[in-house]
């Protein structure tokens, strides 16, 4: 059996030009049609509206109510039940 040294010094070249980069693509990264904000442009760019908004949003989710109940509850509870033992 012989060997096609041409062919095995062009594959060995092809796998030699391969970078840590050359496998990379950015478009598993990055979404071509970003969905569109309904804040203006000016709210984007300022980056305390921007941290405002996000605030807003964390106080006001039901998640964090939840929360915030769940923690308020127990306390109360555990308030009057060892209230009296004193």
């Known amino acids: 059996m012989s060997t096609d040294w041409d062919k095995a010094w062009s594959n ?3 796998q030699g030009k391969k970078t840590i980069f050359s496998q990379f693509s950015p478009n598993k990264y990055v979404s071509w049609n970003p969905r569109r ?3 203006p442009l000016s709210e984007e760019v300022d980056p305390i ?3 405002e908004r ?3 949003r964390l106080w006001t989710s039901p998640q964090f109510t939840l929360v915030l109940a ?3 509850v127990t306390f109360l509870l555990i308030y ?3 209230a009296p033992l004193k």
């Open 12 to 14: 060995f070249r092809k």
């Open 80 to 82: 009057t039940i060892l």
């Open 49 to 51: 509206k921007r941290i």
């Open 70 to 72: 769940i923690i308020l």
């Open 54 to 56: 996000s605030n807003l």
């Open 37 to 39: 904000s309904e804040y």
